[in-house]
C-alpha cells in the first residue's frame, strides 16, 4: 500500500501544527496497518502436513521453517514436549493449535510482529495489539561480573528465574544474553558468592558485584586433638549433630547413621532386638581383619557407641585419612568421634523428649497353603516313580484338604499359615529422656536419664530388649586458670531372647510344611514334624529363654590449666576408669 502526499504549489506556507499532523496521522497508519497485516496473515497462511508420534515442539519447529510465526514460551507452563499426532490439511496456524492444546488450558496471542505467545489461559488466538507487545519484546543484555576487590568473575552462572535459559560468563567475567522479556530476572550463583537477584525492566547493561559467602568456614568440627574451625582441616572430616541423630525412631546411634554420612557404609544385619547394631565401614573394608572403625568417646577410645542414648550426643565426627592419622594404627579404618552434651550454665533447663514407632517387615513372603503343598508333594513324587501306595497324599486326602481351607477338618486336614501364625502384623519401639542443664558462673552440669524399649514381631515374643542410661557432666572452675571435669555414665541393657533365635524362627516358618499344626483347637500346641521344634512356641519362652544382663560404668575425670601470661596455651589431662561385666542365663 502506498501513501502519497501532494502539494499542488509548493510556495504555499503549511503550519508547523499541520506538519505535525500529518507526521502523527502517518505513524497511526503505519502501525494500524502492521497490525491488520499480522492478523490477516494468520488469517490466510495456511499449512499442509503430517506429524506421527512426534513432539510439539517438532510440529511448532516445521511451522516457524514454512512462514514468518514465531513461538514463545516457558517449558515450565508448556508441555512442548507431550508428543501427538496430527494431520493438517490447507489449515491456519490457530486451526492446528486448537488440535494441538484440545481439552487444554493453553492460551495462544498473535503479536504484531507475527509472534505467537503460547502461555497458561483459555484456549484462544487473541490479538494483543501494539501496546502489549512490549512485555515479550526480544532484549539483549550484557555486563561484566566481579568481586569485591573488582576482579573478574569467569563461570559466573546467570539463569533467566524461573526458565532454563541462561549463560555464564567468560574469562573477562563478561557475559551477553538475548530474547530477554522486559519484566525478566536474573539469577547470578557461583560458588562461594552469594546469589543476586536483578530485575532487567529497560536495562541493557547490567554490571554485577558479587560478595563472598562463607558456607560452613566457620563451623566448629571435632578432630583428635580437639576441636578447629572447618576452614582449617585438610584432611577428610564429616560431622552430624544431635538433631540429625534423633531424627529417625531408632534403638542405636549406629542405625541412625545410614545415609547422613558421606563415605560410611551401614549394615544392619539383623532385625533382633538388641542384636540389631549396624556394622560401620569407613570407605569400604580396608584390612583383612576387624574393619571396624575406632571409637573414641569424650577422648576415651574403646568405648561402645550402642550403649550411648542418642539424645545425650551433642556431635558426631568421622576421621578419614589423615584426620585419623593421630590414633596411629588403631584408626587404619576410620575413627569416630563421639562428644556429649556439657552442661552451659545459667537457671536450670529441664527437657523431655520420647518418641513412640512401630516396626513392621516390609516383604512377608508368599507361602502355599495346606491344598497347593499336598498337590505340590503329590506330583513330585509322580515324577520320582514312587507307587500311588507309598506316596504321602492319596487323591482322597488332597481332596479333603482342599475342602479344609475353610477351616472344615482343623485336627486331619489343617492349614497352616505359619507366618501369620508366628508373626504379629507390627511391633512398637519407645524412648524417654529426661535431662536438666544448668550452673553457676563457676560451675556447669548436665544429668539425663533415658530409657529405651523395643519389643519382637513375634506372637508373644521371648525377644526383647531394654536399656536404661544415666548422665551425669560436671564442669568447675577453681580459679580462672584451672578448670576440672567429672563424667560419669551407667548404662544397664537387658536383652531377651527365645531358645531358638529369630534366625532360626525364620527357618522354621519358611520349612515347616503347612500340613501341619501350629495350635490344636483346644489351645495346645502341636507337633512338628519338618524341623522337630514349632516355630509358633520357639518364638516365645515356653520352650526355653535367654536372659543376657550387661552392666556399664564410664567414668572419667579430667583438669585443665591455662598457663598464665601466654594466651592459647593449655595443659590437659585425664584420668579414666571404665567397669563392664554381664549376668547370662
Known amino acids: 500500500m502506498k501513501i502519497f502526499c501532494i502539494l499542488k504549489n509548493p510556495n504555499i506556507g503549511l503550519s508547523k501544527n499541520l506538519i505535525l499532523k500529518m507526521k502523527l496521522t502517518f505513524l497511526l497508519m503505519f502501525f494500524c496497518l502492521m497490525q491488520v497485516s499480522a492478523t490477516i496473515y494468520s488469517q490466510t497462511t495456511k499449512f499442509t502436513f503430517k506429524a506421527d508420534n512426534k513432539q510439539i515442539v517438532d510440529v511448532l519447529r516445521e511451522i516457524e521453517g514454512n512462514s514468518n510465526f514465531r513461538f514463545f514460551y516457558l517449558r515450565e507452563q508448556v508441555d512442548v514436549e507431550r508428543r501427538v499426532s496430527i494431520t493438517a490439511n490447507d489449515a491456519t496456524v490457530e486451526q492446528i493449535l486448537d488440535e494441538l492444546f484440545k481439552g487444554r488450558e493453553i492460551s495462544y496471542e498473535l503479536m ?45 552462572s546467570i539463569v533467566i528465574k524461573g526458565t532454563t ?13 538475548t530474547n530477554l522479556p522486559v519484566n525478566a530476572i536474573l539469577d547470578f550463583s557461583f560458588v562461594g558468592m552469594a546469589t543476586v537477584e536483578i ?7 547490567i554490571d554485577v558485584i558479587m560478595q563472598e559467602q562463607a558456607i560452613g568456614l566457620e563451623e566448629v568440627v571435632a578432630v583428635g586433638y580437639g576441636v578447629q574451625k572447618k576452614v582449617n582441616v585438610i584432611g ?47 570407605r569400604g573394608i580396608a584390612t583383612l581383619g576387624d574393619a571396624s572403625p575406632l571409637i573414641v568417646v569424650d577422648g576415651i577410645p574403646g568405648r561402645d557407641l550402642n550403649s550411648i542414648d542418642p539424645w545425650d550426643i551433642e556431635s558426631l565426627t568421622i576421621l578419614k585419612d589423615a584426620s585419623a592419622a593421630i590414633y596411629g594404627a588403631r584408626s587404619a579404618n576410620g575413627v569416630i568421634l563421639v562428644t556429649t552434651k556439657r552442661g552451659t550454665g545459667g537457671v536450670p533447663t529441664f527437657k523431655y523428649e520420647f518418641f513412640e514407632g512401630i516396626k513392621q517387615p516390609t516383604v512377608v513372603p508368599e507361602l502355599l497353603n495346606s491344598y497347593q503343598y499336598a498337590v505340590r508333594k503329590r506330583e513330585g513324587e509322580i515324577d520320582q516313580g514312587i507307587p500311588e501306595n507309598s506316596m504321602t497324599f492319596s487323591l482322597e486326602d488332597i481332596e479333603k484338604y482342599k475342602e479344609g481351607l475353610s477351616g472344615e477338618y482343623p485336627w486331619a486336614y489343617p492349614n497352616t499359615n505359619w507366618w501369620d501364625a508366628t508373626y504379629k502384623e507390627w511391633s512398637n519401639i519407645r524412648h524417654h529422656t529426661f535431662s536438666v542443664n544448668g550452673g553457676s558462673n563457676n560451675s556447669r552440669y548436665y544429668v539425663s536419664f533415658g530409657t529405651q524399649y523395643e519389643n519382637g514381631l513375634e506372637k508373644k515374643s521371648a525377644f526383647k530388649y531394654n536399656r536404661y542410661n544415666l548422665k551425669a557432666n560436671l564442669d568447675f572452675d577453681l580459679n580462672k586458670y584451672i578448670n576440672v571435669g567429672l563424667d560419669l555414665s551407667g548404662v544397664v541393657q537387658d536383652k531377651g531372647a527365645g531358645s531358638q533365635g529369630t534366625l532360626a524362627t525364620m527357618y522354621g516358618v519358611v520349612l515347616t510344611d503347612p500340613t501341619n499344626v501350629a495350635i490344636f483347637p483346644n489351645g495346645l500346641p502341636g507337633p512338628d514334624r519338618t524341623l522337630g521344634w514349632n516355630p509358633v512356641i520357639a518364638a516365645t519362652d515356653a520352650t526355653g529363654f535367654e536372659d543376657d544382663n550387661v552392666y556399664r560404668l564410664y567414668s572419667k575425670i579430667n583438669a585443665k590449666i591455662k598457663v598464665p601470661r601466654i594466651e592459647n596455651l593449655s595443659i590437659s589431662t585425664y584420668y579414666s576408669y571404665d567397669l563392664y561385666f554381664n549376668i547370662n542365663k
Open 112 to 156: 504484531n510482529d507475527f509472534l505467537i505467545v503460547l502461555s497458561k489461559g483459555d484456549n484462544k488466538l487473541r490479538d494483543l495489539g501494539a501496546n502489549s507487545s512490549g512485555y515479550f519484546q526480544q532484549r539483549t543484555v550484557n555486563g561484566k561480573v566481579t568481586d569485591t576487590s573488582g576482579q573478574p568473575l569467569p563461570g559466573v
Open 165 to 177: 535459559q541462561g549463560t555464564v560468563t567468560n574469562t573477562s567475567g563478561e557475559y551477553t544474553l
Open 199 to 205: 530485575q532487567v525492566n529497560n536495562q541493557t547493561t
Open 236 to 282: 577428610s572430616v564429616e560431622s552430624v549433630t544431635s538433631e540429625e541423630l534423633t531424627l529417625n525412631p531408632v534403638s542405636n546411634v549406629s542405625n541412625t547413621l545410614a545415609g547422613r554420612l558421606p563415605g560410611a557404609i551401614v549394615l544392619q544385619e539383623s532385625g533382633e532386638p538388641g542384636n540389631n547394631d549396624a556394622r560401620i565401614l569407613i
